[in-house]
């Protein structure tokens, strides 16, 4: 699915914003590769779709500090979670079906029931992944993983937004589970917004109603909000 655009002189989103359509999973993969710089502990377990995910810009960079398991999500949540109690910070992905679903018992009893510093990342959920079929696609993560023990839940809105959650992830400490996107979607934050995990961002004041959302669907609700003030 493309995302509509809004007019450039609307919503406060600015035409040079409104032209650079990113996935958010790049972010992310960008964002791991720096702070892999910084951080040794920082490790990847990968379940064989590091390319999908963007890990595997930390795969080219660290490449000793990359490690596939095949695809068995299983076992990649069990080989993070023994990572995590020798010390390191692992970062595990794949698509959101296929962790959160073929993996979930694994997730629970070893990551979260133990409250191991696993960073759990995963692409392709949602409703805009159609061009790799319906059982790529994964609308029950946030239910999923939300009633887990210990753990966080983020979807970052932007690219920009998901490198700050990939730092986020990283300084603190704990099971988190980060959603990316594959499909591109407009710039709508700036680098200096602040980015608090739990605290909601105020992205345009108003007094009539009032919208939530996360994700790329903030976006959506700017869009809507424009209809609404017609």
């Known amino acids: 699915m493309k995302p509509s655009k809004l007019p450039a002189s609307r919503g406060g989103i600015?035409?040079?914003?409104m032209s650079a359509a990113i996935p958010t999973r790049d972010g992310f993969g960008k964002e791991l590769v720096e702070l892999g710089k910084i951080n040794e502990k920082i490790v990847v377990v990968s379940a064989d779709l590091e390319d999908a995910t963007r890990a595997e810009y930390f795969k080219e960079a660290f490449p000793k500090r990359f490690f596939s398991v095949g695809i068995a999500e299983q076992d990649m949540v069990g080989t993070a979670a023994g990572l995590s109690l020798m010390g390191f910070i692992p970062f595990i992905n794949s698509f959101a079906v296929f962790l959160t679903n073929r993996a979930y018992d694994m997730l629970r009893l070893d990551v979260c029931y133990n409250n191991c510093n696993v960073k759990i990342v995963c692409s392709h959920a949602?409703?805009?992944v159609g061009e790799d079929g319906a059982s790529a696609q994964c609308l029950e993560d946030f239910a999923l993983m939300r009633v887990l023990p210990?753990?966080?839940?983020?979807?970052?809105?932007?690219?920009?937004?998901?490198?700050?959650?990939?730092?986020?992830?990283?300084?603190e400490w704990g099971p988190m589970y980060l959603r990316t996107s594959r499909s591109p979607f407009p710039v709508i934050t700036k680098e200096s917004d602040p980015f608090i995990i739990g605290k909601a961002h105020v992205m345009r004041e108003g007094k009539d109603v009032t919208l939530i959302g996360c994700g790329l669907m903030v976006f959506e609700a700017l869009q809507a909000a424009e209809l609404l003030k017609k």
Do not use: M, Y
């Open 126 to 128: 949602g409703i805009t």
């Open 14 to 17: 600015s035409a040079e914003a």
């Open 150 to 171: 210990n753990i966080k839940v983020i979807c970052p809105v932007d690219v920009l937004e998901a490198r700050k959650a990939t730092r986020a992830l990283a300084q």
